[in-house]
């Protein structure tokens, strides 16, 4: 009779009842935790990612969409003598083992060359210009010289004849042609190899006077 008594009181105690409660509750949420990632996961359930070097993205995804597996491009690079579209690198590699519904990273050869903005080099130095083109990837640098005031200052960057407006894109590596001052400014009244001899000095010799005097008519005195 004592026991049942001391059972029943456990029940009826509240902080008892409530104590239980949490505790299958807990077990509960624990059991169905490990049911959902075993199936989110699909435990057992690994594919062997193919290799997909050299085929194009629309080949690689039909053959990886057979194995539950799809491709997405995160990369291209430009290459003038490779097939564009054509995949060079993937990740994971060939061989390796994921689940089922995994995105395969792959990097492929672009179409065209990569676009790229041409800074204002407008008043700087034909030497900082170059530096700077160079570093960016444009190595077939031309110098274009027209008659200034000051030396190697750059007036315009010229690409295919056209002049580049700033930031203006044009493909990587592109021939560019520097317009840079020479220093030299061109004489306007076309007087070079000339000058001009003083009245009352001579030239070869010869006295000159000047032209007013030469015409002086001597019968008015």
Known sequence: MGKKQTEKSIFKNSISKNLLIIVVSGLLLILLSL????????????VIVPALGGLQVKEANTILHSKGLHAQVVDSIYLRDAVPGAII???????NKVKEGRSIYITIYSKSPQQI???NLVDYSTRQAAALLTSMGFKQLHIEE???????????????GKTL???????????LTLVVTSGVLAD????D????????????????????EQQIDESFF
Not at 165 to 175: L, R
């Open 117 to 119: 903005a041409v800074p």
């Open 89 to 95: 690198d993937q990740t994971p590699k060939e061989g």
């Open 193 to 212: 190899n000339e000058y001009i001899v003083p009245p009352g000095q001579t030239e070869n010799g010869n006295l000159i006077q000047p032209e007013e």
């Open 35 to 46: 049911l959902f990632l075993n199936v989110y996961t699909r435990h057992g359930q690994n």
């Open 165 to 175: 407006t700033p930031e203006e894109k044009i493909p990587a590596g592109s021939p």
């Open 146 to 160: 027209i008659p200034s005031e000051y030396s190697g200052l750059v007036v315009a960057v010229k690409y295919r």
């Open 188 to 191: 306007s009244l076309r007087v």
